[in-house]
């Protein structure tokens, strides 16, 4: 069965400061790691990995994949109230393409 | 980029009613969409993948037989919470990909993005 783990599970940090979301994750026939921002709502796309090492970046946001390690981390830079939010991150694997979520991280930041 | 929208975005109804909830995919064709469950403070869960034309594959533990999926066109589909519990209460959302599509160089890929819909609240009282 596909697992995807997200540590830590909440965060709260002041304006201005830098975090670190981690995702490990274990699946059979890997395809892509997706970040997801979710708010009130659904979840907002925000980045999705195929290949190890390279950083995508928007923004103060940036993400990288190690897929021999089978983790990913999401950074933010410079964090502003805004960014308080739940941070998910899914896993695709096989044919079907099918997203596993990780139980996601809940980051408050605080003015 | 794709536009999925759901409705209703909330929902209030009675134990033992049917609810139906539609997820279209407004400014593209979806041959695959996907519905998630979201209960409070989890992650979203998958329910099931619905491809257009054909019947719905259900995950492990969802009863197909309450949660009633149909794919007919392209551009819609719907999930029917039938002899609804208080239990089934939850934060519904679906999810829309793209078909195959063929790059440049004529391969033929398949796209790993989901696009979600904005979710509906199912209050069952």
């Known amino acids: 069965e596909d697992k995807v783990v997200q540590s830590p599970l909440s965060l709260v940090v002041h304006e201005g400061d830098t975090v670190t979301l981690n995702c490990s994750y274990e699946v059979t026939n890997f395809r892509s790691l997706l970040w997801y921002k979710q708010e009130k709502k659904a979840p907002t796309f925000l980045f999705m990995l195929t290949s190890s090492g390279i950083e995508k970046k928007s923004g103060r946001l940036s993400s990288i994949l190690d897929k021999k390690e089978l983790f990913s981390i999401l950074n933010i830079t410079a964090t502003q109230t805004g960014d308080s939010a739940v941070y998910l991150c899914a896993v695709t694997s096989g044919s079907a393409r099918q997203l596993t979520f990780g139980s996601g991280t809940q980051l408050t930041v605080l003015p | 980029g794709a536009v999925v929208s759901q409705h209703p975005s909330r929902v209030i109804c009675k134990s033992g009613t049917s609810v139906k909830i539609e997820c279209r995919s407004l400014?593209?064709?979806?041959?695959?969409m996907f519905w998630y469950r979201q209960f409070p403070k989890q992650s979203l869960m998958l329910m099931a993948t619905?491809?257009?034309?054909?019947?719905?594959?259900?995950e492990q533990g969802v009863e197909k037989d309450k949660f009633l999926i149909n794919h007919a066109s392209l551009t819609l589909s719907t999930l029917t919470v039938t002899s609804a519990h208080p239990e089934d209460s939850s934060f519904y959302i679906c999810s829309a990909r793209e078909p195959p599509y063929i790059t440049s160089t004529g391969t033929l890929r398949s796209s790993y993005e989901q696009y979600f819909g904005p979710g509906t609240r199912l209050t069952v009282t």
């Open positions: 619905s491809n257009e034309g054909s019947k719905a594959t259900y």
């Open positions: 400014d593209f064709q979806a041959t695959t």
